[in-house]
């Protein structure tokens, strides 16, 4: 007897993909020049430790969005966690002015945005998005 072995064309076709947006804690602080460039540089760095495939980063002066692919056994907080703490970390160790003005050890503001897909969030969902983050920080909203 003969031992059958299925396995997928595409292994990649199992896995779990997600669009990904946070937003800078305090709305003065843009993601741009050096800072978007590194921002880029650290999200493929940590999503190659764990094996996560990015597929599209996005960085605007307002918010940084990227597209990821994961096993389906990695659960979408433990992707997040990872990514918005390394990234944090990685900002504050290295741009000095912005761990001079954010009293925060957390460079990003509070919670994320993550869709299931691997479609750019609707610019009216990010706009939103920031809004509503801006005024649960307290922040007025124009």
């Keep these: 007897m003969r ?3 299925l ?9 779990l993909s997600y669009t990904c947006l946070l937003i800078p804690r305090l709305p003065t602080h843009q993601l741009k020049d050096n ?3 590194f921002l880029v540089e650290m999200l493929q760095q940590i999503c ?9 980063v996005t960085v605007c002066p307002e918010y940084f969005q990227w ?3 994961v096993v389906p056994s990695t659960q979408t907080g433990q992707f997040m966690k990872e990514i918005r703490s390394r990234t944090s970390e990685l900002i504050m160790s290295t741009f000095e002015d912005f761990r001079n003005e954010n009293p925060f050890d957390d460079f990003w503001a509070p919670g994320y ?3 299931l897909g691997m479609r750019p969030h609707p610019k009216e ?3 939103q998005y920031i809004r509503l983050s ?6 007025s909203v124009v």
Excluded at 48 to 56: L, M, P, T
């Design 3 to 5: 031992d059958v072995m």
């Design 113 to 115: 945005l993550v869709v």
């Design 48 to 56: 190659s430790v764990y094996n996560w495939r990015i597929e599209f």
């Design 134 to 139: 801006r005024r649960l920080q307290g922040f």
């Design 125 to 127: 969902m990010v706009e």
């Design 35 to 37: 800072l978007a460039d």
């Design 67 to 69: 597209g990821v692919r």
């Design 7 to 15: 396995e997928p064309i595409y292994p990649e076709s199992y896995d």
